[in-house]
């Protein structure tokens, strides 16, 4: 009969418990052992170990490299001493010569000599002659025209009022966005609905709206939401996926979103979790690796949330119509004549729908500057922005609606829309 798993601990625990006790007895004896027998047993050839046996260190002398020994006081006085006599004999041999003849010149000593020697060398080589000195200006490299920074007209700066924030890059801000700008290109999607043969546009609209809900569970960004719905498009426009696979898919780019974007993304046990562990853990390690191998590891897609708090800047829009334009453009993931829109024209457009509704003017100077759009390149989102907002809702897509008819945003989505003769006025006249 099999150990159940109790018993199988106690066995473990019991055979773990007389191993130590054998090493503890084994330990023992060898530290009884004081000394190694230095004869090996019936003539058995001689162990060497690499290093010197500890026990035996007290009798191993090791020689050490030593510095060699200064000069005691005594050999300095007797060098001194004997210095002192050269002199006085030198002295006695000049005055006894001095007396028969002319006087020889004294003998010099080494420092002397080497002074002299020194002063003849100067003698012998020529004065180098000083150096001409350059008083012609410094020559200004010119910057080629292609690495120059484009000058931000005073009236259009947005970004020096953070000069002293670090953290807001203002030295970088408009050249990251336009970097932005010009990478969205590569992430332009077509409607791929067609190519699925079991999905369709009322299936993602509805995984859309669980992927909001699983993100106000777990409190997540709302760029984790955006990445998440992009990378799903992206997949589904180059992988066949069967409709049952399909949550999985949604709940995978969510952790691989989090991954990206979260500091503390939550575990994969969480997402088997939300999804009623109608998946195995196996499934999601695999989908998340086809994932990231059909995107080619290239997931830092560009979102329009990040465009739309940039061009909200612009005008210094208030918290109330930053969150209107984000009710509109979090609208606008469950569409999917939307999808094929580029990120900022999306963010641009539901910007200006809100400008609009809220009776606070329309595409300003400022915008088209930083957004590089026209209304006239913006009107026709804005028109299919207006179409999904009047359309009768679907009580199964209640999630945004009832996300922003909160408080904390503000009730938003409890404000009527635009009447379109307005909007095209408003269109019109800008």
């Not at 006087?103 to 150096?131: C, F, G, H, I, S």
């Not at 010119?142 to 700066?157: C, G, H, L, M, W």
């Not at 409190?219 to 799903?232: P, R």
């Not at 509704?357 to 100077?365: C, H």
Request: proline share 7%; glycine share 2%.
């Amino acid at each position: 009969m099999p150990f159940t798993r109790a018993k199988k601990f106690a066995a473990a625990a019991g055979s773990k418990t007389s191993k130590l006790n054998a090493a503890a007895t084994e330990n023992q004896e060898e530290a009884n052992q004081t000394k190694r027998s230095s004869s090996p047993p019936n003539g058995a050839p001689k162990k060497r170990t690499a290093f010197i046996d500890l026990t035996n260190a007290h009798k191993v002398q090791i020689s050490l490299p030593r510095r060699k020994k200064e000069p005691t006081k005594k050999a300095v006085k007797t060098s001194s001493t004997s210095v002192q006599t050269k002199n006085q004999a030198i002295l006695q041999k000049s005055s006894s010569v001095s007396s028969e003849g002319p006087e020889p010149e004294p003998e010099l000593t080494n420092v002397q000599e080497a002074d002299e020697k020194k002063e003849e060398l100067q003698r012998d080589d020529p004065v180098p002659a000083e150096e001409p000195v350059d008083t012609s200006p410094p020559v200004v490299l010119e910057v080629p025209a292609n690495v120059q920074r484009p000058s931000i007209p005073e009236e259009f700066d947005i970004d020096s009022e953070n000069s002293e924030d670090c953290c807001m890059c203002p030295e970088y801000a408009k050249d990251i966005f336009d970097y932005l700008k010009q990478r969205e290109e590569k992430f332009v999607l077509s409607n791929y609905m067609h190519n699925q043969p079991s999905l369709n546009a009322e299936m993602r609209a509805i995984l859309v709206d669980w992927l909001v809900e699983v993100q106000e569970n777990f409190e997540l960004f709302h760029e984790t939401l955006y990445l998440a719905v992009k990378m799903t498009d992206h997949y589904l426009s180059k992988a066949k996926i069967h409709k049952q696979m399909l949550q999985l898919v949604g709940s995978t780019a969510l952790l691989i979103a989090s991954k990206f974007e979260e500091l503390c993304p939550p575990a994969a046990e969480d997402f088997l979790y939300i999804c009623d562990d109608a998946y195995q853990r196996d499934e999601l390690i695999s989908m998340e690796a086809s994932i990231l191998q059909t995107l080619s590891f290239d997931i830092n897609i560009p979102v329009p949330y990040r465009f739309l708090r940039r061009y909200a800047r612009c005008v210094r829009a208030n918290m109330d119509t930053l969150t209107l334009a984000r009710f509109y453009c979090e609208m606008s993931l469950m569409e999917m004549d939307l999808v094929t829109e580029r990120d900022s024209q999306l963010a641009s457009a539901c910007l200006l729908m809100a400008l609009v509704t809220k009776g606070l003017g329309g595409w300003s100077p400022i915008l088209q500057f930083h957004s590089g759009y026209q209304v006239s390149d913006l009107a026709p989102v804005v028109r299919k922005l207006h179409s999904m907002l009047v359309a009768p809702p679907d009580d199964r897509l209640r999630t945004i609606r009832n996300k922003y008819s909160h408080k904390v945003f503000f009730e938003v989505a409890s404000l009527p829309v635009v009447d379109i003769e307005v909007l095209e006025k408003a269109l019109a006249s800008l």
